[in-house]
């Protein structure tokens, strides 16, 4: 079946600094892609809506310039942290929608960022 | 705007045990509904999903669940559950519109015990 990889499924990076996540489809083209942060026991929550080759769509209360997103191609997206705090360790996880198939969904794996 | 509640944030059972585990959402257009499964410190498991047709869907492991279009209900279902059970199940919407993301609930963890 189709998968969406992340990379790195974990990461601790020291505070101040920038960290990058990607998320893949390895074997389907993705138009669009969400991106997902996750607090311990507690739901997911949408950050960002990308699409390929244009801006990234932000929900309400996530900041654009701290977390940057990028869909430079239909099988790539990254999350950039910017500026890392503690207070932005988190679970962070992709999703991918297959280009063509109705409501057709896929989840990477997520991403564990601890920010020391 | 969709939104999902699910009604227990926890569930403990005996094994065995049937276990219904229960999903409202809330939405001005048609949309899509989904469950899934979250074990500890790993991504999401598709268990099953509604997009049309009947409205008894069956997933994997042995799941299923009743969309219920008048009630706004989409509550998951297991007749016997097993201890493996134990996880993180997240109800979520999506509306029919092209391009839009998955909405969750706050999750219900559920708990089986021998």
């Known amino acids: 079946g189709a998968v969406v990889s992340q990379h790195p499924s974990r990461v601790i990076c020291k505070s101040g600094t920038s960290v990058k996540i990607e998320c893949r489809s390895l074997?389907?083209?993705?138009?669009?892609m969400f991106w997902y942060r996750q607090f311990p026991k507690q739901s997911l929550m949408l950050m960002a809506t990308?699409?390929?080759?244009?801006?990234?769509?932000?929900e309400q209360g996530v900041e654009k310039d701290k977390f940057l997103i990028n869909h430079a191609s239909l099988t790539l997206s990254t999350l950039t942290v910017t500026s890392a705090h503690p207070e932005d360790s988190s679970f962070y996880i992709c999703?991918?929608?297959?280009?063509?198939?109705?409501?057709?969904?896929?989840f990477g794996e997520g991403s564990w960022l601890t920010v020391v | 705007a969709q939104s999902v509640t699910q009604l227990d944030s926890q569930v403990p059972v005996f094994e065995e045990a049937p276990v219904e585990l229960r999903c409202n959402y809330s939405?001005?257009?048609?949309?899509?509904l989904f469950w899934y499964v979250q074990y500890p410190n790993q991504g999401l498991q598709l268990l099953l999903k509604?997009?049309?047709?009947?409205?008894l869907v069956k997933g994997i492991n042995g799941f299923e669940a009743e969309f219920n279009k008048s009630q706004t209900s989409f509550h998951l279902r297991k007749p016997s559950v097993h201890i493996s059970d134990t996880a993180e199940y997240f109800c979520?919407?999506?509306?029919?519109?092209?391009?839009?993301?998955?909405?969750f609930g706050k999750g219900t963890t559920l708990s089986v015990s021998s």
């Open positions: 999703s991918a929608r297959r280009q063509g198939v109705v409501n057709t969904i896929y």
């Open positions: 074997d389907f083209q993705a138009t669009t």
């Open positions: 990308s699409n390929e080759g244009s801006k990234a769509t932000y």
């Open positions: 939405s001005s257009v048609s949309v899509y």
């Open positions: 509604y997009l049309s047709g009947s409205t």
């Open positions: 979520a919407v999506s509306a029919y519109q092209a391009g839009t993301a998955l909405i």
